[in-house]
T-cell receptor, first 112, second 105 residues
Framework: DAGITQSPRHKVTETGTPVTLRCHQT?????MYWYRQDPGHGLRLIHYSYGVKDTDKGEVSDGYSVSRSKTEDFLLTLESATSSQTSVYFCAIGVGFVDEQFFGPGTRLTVL | KNEVEQSPQNLTAQEGEFITINCSYS?????LHWLQQHPGGGIVSLFMLSSGKKKHGRLIATINIQEKHSSLHITASHPRDSAVYICAVSEKLVFGKGTKLTVNP
């Protein structure tokens, strides 16, 4: 299994609070991705990174920011969480943009 | 407009049956992925293919680039195959909504 972890695995927070989710990999893959998964929508890309300090927006990036200061870590920040951001968040890694991706275990975030 | 459509949305089968899940897409792609999401939530990559057919154990994936269509087949299905199967197209990282498969003993 690819070495990819997410923390925390579960989080409950209140509307308006900042939240940071962490994705950590031990595979030295260039690409890292953040997705959210919601009933009726499937997986949707939030942001991705193609190297240290190199990031780009995905389909549903509004309300989210990311940072990648080290190859192994990709952080997803919700500056001011809203109830619409209640979701399961998955991180994934890959060698190239169109290559096979390996997924983390997911983080269940509830915004009250 | 959904760029990736899967059918059926839900599928129930008896153990041993041959299963087919379909994926159609509207954009030009160079590769398509099939993923499996276990009931516990974990997601595993099954196949990445750009042409023809790939086989892994009882799973077979095919793709027709001209017709923009891919199928995932499961031979001799087993209850442990129960999961959500998801297709995705590479270039735009767009995912289908998944097909929930339940295989009864």
């Amino acid at each position: 299994d690819a070495g990819i972890t997410q923390s925390p695995r579960h989080k409950v927070t209140e509307t308006g609070t900042p939240v940071t989710l962490r994705c950590h990999q031990t595979e030295n893959h260039r690409y890292m991705y953040w997705y959210r998964q919601d009933p009726g929508h499937g997986l949707r890309l939030i942001h991705y990174s193609y190297g240290v300090k190199d990031t780009d927006k995905g389909e549903v990036s509004d309300g989210y920011s990311v940072s990648r200061s080290k190859t192994e870590d990709f952080l997803l920040t919700l500056e001011s969480a809203t109830s619409s951001q209640t979701s399961v968040y998955f991180c994934a890694i890959g060698v190239g943009f169109v290559d096979e991706q390996f997924f983390g275990p997911g983080t269940r975030l509830t915004v009250l | 407009k959904n760029e990736v459509e899967q059918s059926p949305q839900n599928l129930t089968a008896q153990e041993g049956e041959f299963i087919t899940i379909n994926c159609s897409y509207s954009v030009g792609i160079s590769a398509l992925h099939w993923l499996q999401q276990h009931p516990g939530g974990g997601i595993v990559s099954l196949f990445m293919l750009s042409s023809g057919k790939k086989k892994h154990g009882r799973l077979i994936a095919t793709i027709n680039i001209q017709e923009k269509h891919s199928s995932l087949h499961i031979t001799a299905s087993h209850p442990r195959d129960s999961a959500v199967y998801i297709c995705a197209v590479s270039e735009k990282l767009v995912f289908g909504k998944g097909t929930k498969l339940t295989v009864n003993p």
